[in-house]
C-alpha cells in the first residue's frame, strides 16, 4: 500500500494535514520528529511531508534519498500542490473504506486463526464498529463483554444489549459491576488516576470473564488514531491515558486486535458505512471509555452520578427534539465539584453547579463551541434546575480545544 509519511515538528494542525492527503485516497502516517532517523532507514513509504519548525540541516541530509520530500513549515497544504506531490511520489489512489474493510478482514483472520476472542464492548461507534468489523471477520469465535461499571447514560446498558444481542445477533455477555468500581474509586479525585483505574480494572473483569469462556487468546478494543496520539504513543506528550491505550496494565494477558487504531472518527464512519450499520449508530456522539466518572468531578458517588444522569438525559431529549443531534459532534453535561447558593420555592439551597459542554469538530483534535440556539439552552437549564434535585446553576461552556479538552477530566 502507498503511504506518505507526516513528520511532525511541533506543528499544530500537523492531524489537519494527515487528514487531507487521506481525503485523497492516499493512506498517511503522523511520525514524531524523534522517530526521524528511523524513518531514513526504511523504505515502505512514497514520500515524506516535514511540518513545523525542521532543524535546518535536515534538507541538505533528505536531498540524497530516492523519495520525494516537501517541506510545508506551518503551512497548510493547497490542494493542487497536494496533488502534485503525490503524483510526484506516484501514490495509487486506492486507499478507501471498501480496502481497509477487506484488508482489515484478512488480517484478523490470519492472526486469529482458530482461536478465541473477546471484545469490550461500550456501545459506542468505535467499540461497535470493531465489534461489526472482527465478527463478520471470525463470526462466533468472538463474544462480546459489555461491563456496565455504573457510569452509563440513562437507558444506555439496556440499548447494549438489545442492539447488539438480539437485534445483530453477536454473542454477548453482559456484567453489571457497579459496586466493584465505586469500590476502587472511593477517595480518588484525580482525574488521571480515575482512568487508570478504570482501564485496569476493565481489563480485570475481561480476564475473568475470559476465563468463564475458556481459551480467549485476544481482546478486541475500539482504539482510535486521535486516542494513540492524543495518549502519547505516538507524539511522546501525553495529553490524558484513554482507558483503551494508556490505562492498560503492564500484565495484560491477552493480545491485542485493535482494528480501528490508524483511523479517525469520521473514517470509522465512513468504515461503518461500509458495513452497512444503522445511522442510529454510525451517528452516536463520543462517549468516554470511563463514562460519567470523569464528568463527576472530584470523588465519584451515587448520589452524584444520579443526579448526573438525570441532568445529561434531560440535555439530550432537547438537543435531539430540537433536531441538532447532528450538527454537534459530541455533548456532555459535567457535575462540577463547586456548590453555590440559590432559592427553590423560597428556601435557600447549596446545590452543585452544572457545565453543558457541546462542541463541533471533525477527529476530535480539534474542536469549538457549538452556538446553541438561545431558546434551546434556556429550555434546558430551566429543566434541569426544576427537575433535578442536587442542581441550582447551569454554565455553558464556550472553551475551544487546544487549550481545553472536550471532556473535563
Known amino acids: 500500500m502507498d503511504k506518505i509519511l507526516v513528520i511532525d515538528y511541533g506543528f499544530v494542525k500537523v492531524q489537519d494535514v494527515a487528514r487531507k492527503i487521506r481525503a485523497k485516497n492516499v ?9 526521524m532517523d528511523q524513518i531514513l532507514a526504511e523504505d515502505d513509504f512514497n514520500g515524506v511531508i ?23 513549515g506551518a503551512n497548510d497544504p493547497a490542494d493542487d500542490d497536494l496533488e502534485s506531490f503525490l503524483d510526484n511520489a506516484e501514490c495509487k489512489r486506492d486507499w478507501t ?24 464492548l461500550s456501545g459506542g461507534v468505535d467499540s461497535s464498529v470493531a465489534a461489526i468489523l472482527v465478527h463478520r471477520a471470525i463470526g462466533s469465535q468472538l463474544t462480546c463483554i459489555y461491563v456496565d461499571h455504573g457510569f452509563m447514560r440513562e437507558g444506555e446498558s439496556e440499548w447494549v444489549v438489545d442492539t447488539f444481542k438480539n437485534k445483530l445477533g453477536i454473542p454477548l455477555v453482559y456484567v453489571q459491576a457497579e459496586e ?24 480485570r473483569v475481561f480476564e475473568e ?42 500484565d495484560l494477558n491477552f493480545g491485542l486486535i485493535e482494528p480501528l487504531a490508524t483511523l479517525f472518527k469520521d473514517e470509522v464512519r465512513a468504515l461503518a458505512k461500509e458495513l452497512d450499520l444503522a445511522d442510529e449508530l454510525i451517528w452516536r456522539h463520543p462517549f468516554p471509555g470511563p463514562g460519567l466518572a470523569i464528568r463527576v468531578l472530584g470523588e465519584i458517588t451515587k448520589e452524584k452520578l444520579t443526579i448526573l444522569r438525570k441532568a445529561d438525559a434531560i440535555a439530550m431529549e432537547e438537543i435531539k427534539k430540537a433536531g441538532l443531534y ?43 463551541w457549538y452556538r446553541m440556539p438561545y431558546d434551546v439552552l434556556a429550555t434546558i437549564s430551566s429543566r434541569v434546575m426544576e427537575e433535578v434535585r442536587g442542581i441550582n446553576r447551569v454554565v455553558y461552556d464556550i472553551s475551544p480545544k487546544p487549550p481545553a479538552t472536550i471532556e473535563w477530566e
Open 209 to 250: 470473564e475470559a476465563a468463564k469462556i475458556g481459551d480467549a487468546s485476544y481482546l478486541v478494543q475500539g482504539t482510535l488514531y486521535a486516542d494513540v496520539l492524543e495518549s502519547g504513543s505516538a507524539e511522546g506528550t501525553l495529553v490524558k491515558s484513554h482507558h483503551n491505550v494508556g490505562g492498560l496494565p503492564d
Open 326 to 368: 447532528r450538527e454537534i459532534w459530541q455533548a456532555l453535561v459535567v457535575l462540577t465539584n463547586t456548590r453555590t447558593v440559590g432559592v427553590y420555592q423560597g428556601e435557600r439551597t447549596y446545590h452543585y453547579v452544572a457545565a453543558l459542554r457541546f462542541v463541533t469538530s471533525i477527529d476530535a483534535m480539534t474542536a469549538d
Open 97 to 120: 473504506m471498501a480496502r481497509v474493510l477487506e484488508d482489515a478482514t484478512k488480517s484478523i483472520k490470519a492472526k486469529v486463526g482458530d482461536g478465541k476472542v473477546i471484545c469490550g
Open 50 to 72: 516535514l511540518t513545523g519548525k525542521i532543524p535546518p540541516e535536515l534538507p541538505s541530509i533528505l536531498t540524497s534519498k530516492a523519495f520525494p520530500v516537501w517541506h510545508l
Open 180 to 203: 466493584r468500581f465505586l469500590s476502587k474509586l472511593k477517595g480518588v479525585a484525580d482525574p488521571e488516576e480515575k482512568r487508570k483505574i478504570i482501564g485496569n480494572e476493565f481489563i
Open 27 to 35: 493512506y498517511s502516517e503522523i511520525v514524531p520528529q524523534r522517530k
